[in-house]
């Protein structure tokens, strides 16, 4: 089977799909690899490296050539996908919502298309989660980001000149991001608290040795939704959590928002009435500016100041760590496919009836398949 790798053409991407690391795995499986001249240069990965691994680097018609799959960070466009073999497989993060057209070009195409954010989150299938390994390294980065943009240190300093205090750091959302965001604010020595809407997430938040902040005695607070996501909150609950957020938000020096919901929009978290209450000097990062935002006023791909506030919207967190993020991800897509692999056939065998497989395939035979995609 031979599989070839990518060079990302999205504007801002840095990642790539493939690692040596990953290369030497499948060719110890008996896949042949190819790899675009380049893809690896932004992850600090160079083509000599892909070489030394066993991969034949090329120009994307030869990578292309015959491929049976096509590995990618983000997805390719289904008009470039030229020369491949019947029915191959394109395995990605697809964005399959976002990009409904796309994934209806890649059924037209007759391939088989693989979103890997639409992995089920189940036990057996954590290796292979690519938004836990890529929100992971987000939290982090998102830390070092409002470290960057806040004027002030983050721990308390007691020096002969005085007491600095210790900066207060809320999180907003604790999924993976949030939680690597807790760990990495404790880290630097900020005081750091956080809220969510499951209640679930409460002992977590609290075992990091941040405060939690909930709502308390209203209905809808579970807000646990399908594979651990959360869900959109009831009117009342939304009221409750506005005002908690307030009057708790005034006394942050760092927020940090992590809230998405698969599918839809972005929830908004933060009004503008809220960073105005905010004292002068202090920063938000939004991670979901790429899906409309938590906070208003946040710009995608830009840093932008409100009410002496300064609002981080950083496009593609993940990929500003690309060698880190290049490394994990390029894991989730071994860890997939090796879970299927016939060592006879020498390639995946997919099938049918697996709850990952029915998770992530998209389209298959000339047709979309995926329940969540028709359904919506």
Known sequence: MKIAVLKETADGERRVSATPETVKKFIALGASMAVETGAGEAASISDADYVSA???VGPREQVLGGAEAVFGVQGP???SLNGLAPGALVIAALNPFGYRERVDGYAQAGVEALAMEFMPRITRAQSMDVLSSQANLGGYKAVLDAAAEYGRAFPMMMTAAGTIAAARVFIMGVGVAGLQAIATARRLGAIVSATDVRAATKEQIESLGAKAIFVQNVAGIEGEGSGGYATEMSDEYKAAQAELVSSHIAKQDIVITTALIPGRPAPRLISDAQIASMRPGSVIVDLAVEQGGNVE??????VVERHGVRIVGHRNVASRLAADSSAL????LYNFLSAFWDKEAKRPVLPD????VAGVRLTRGGQVVNQRLLAG
Not at 297 to 302: D, F, I, M, N, S
Not at 329 to 332: E, G, H, I, L, T
């Open 54 to 56: 066993g991969a034949l």
């Open 77 to 79: 466009d289904p008009a």
């Open 297 to 302: 006023g946040a710009v995608l791909g830009a």
């Open 329 to 332: 991800y390029a894991r989730n």
């Open 353 to 356: 009836d697996d709850e990952i």
